[in-house]
């Protein structure tokens, strides 16, 4: 198994235009996860998927962001009309959830610049 | 909402022993966990404990942590240059990790 894989790895876009990225987990993995690294602080949890349901979101994604896991595989995360604010890295993690220590294993992550 | 602190720069001479330390407000937290960081890298999970444990010991690493204090450490035995990196502690919530500003460890040759 290669790990977690995130597509793209670097996306410079203009300010109002969208962009989806995509995560691959870990094949086993039942729970996939997103969060955001902006530059000098940890990553910072967005939302967590088991299987296909999304279970959890946090107030950080405001309604202009979107994800799915339309067959409890890959995930996707649109971000629609995008912001400068929104230029960070873009985290995906995975965990098998039911094991002992629910470990989560980090994708290379998505780096997005919004000019 | 939960709260997890670190310092954010620690320097060692190779062969020395680093001391990362990490203090949270959870006290709900089941696992507490250790990443590493490298430049234009992802996260790579240490290690982890559980939170009845005390110590955990694996290899060169060695995590302490103090429940009653809400602290915990991260001990690296004969740092080397590799070990170099940025390191979060994070906090296992009940689904999903709430993590530290991250201490950026530099190996002095």
């Known amino acids: 198994d290669t790990g977690v894989s995130q597509d793209p790895r670097h996306k410079i876009t203009k300010r109002g235009q969208n962009v989806t990225f995509r995560c691959d987990p870990i094949?086993?993995?039942?729970?996939l996860y997103w969060y955001r690294q902006t530059l000098g602080q940890g990553p910072e949890f967005l939302t967590y998927?088991?299987?296909?349901?999304?279970?959890?979101k946090s107030r950080l994604l405001s309604d202009r962001f979107s994800a799915e896991r339309p067959k409890g595989s890959f995930s996707t995360l649109e971000i629609q009309r995008t912001e400068q604010g929104d230029s960070a890295m873009y985290l995906c993690?995975?965990?098998?959830?039911?094991?002992?220590?629910?470990?989560?294993?980090f994708g290379p992550g998505t780096r997005l610049t919004v000019l | 909402g939960e709260d997890v602190e670190q310092s954010l720069f620690l320097s060692v001479r190779e062969g020395d022993s680093s001391v990362i330390n990490c203090t949270y407000t959870?006290?709900?937290?089941?696992?507490l966990y250790w990443y590493k960081q490298e430049p234009g890298a992802g996260l790579q999970l240490l290690t982890y404990?559980?939170?009845?444990?005390d110590m955990k010991q694996d290899q060169r690493l060695t995590v302490l942590l103090n429940k009653k204090d809400k602290h915990l450490s991260l001990r690296i035995a004969d740092t080397q240059t590799g070990d170099s990196a940025i390191y979060f502690c994070?906090?296992?919530?009940?689904?999903?990790?709430?993590f530290g500003t991250g201490t950026r460890l530099t190996v002095i040759p």
């Open positions: 094949s086993e993995h039942n729970r």
């Open positions: 959870d006290s709900s937290s089941t696992y």
């Open positions: 993690a995975s965990s098998y959830g039911q094991g002992e220590g629910n470990e989560q294993f």
């Open positions: 404990i559980f939170s009845n444990m």
């Open positions: 998927f088991q299987n296909e349901a999304q279970l959890e």
């Open positions: 994070a906090d296992g919530g009940a689904n999903n990790l709430f």
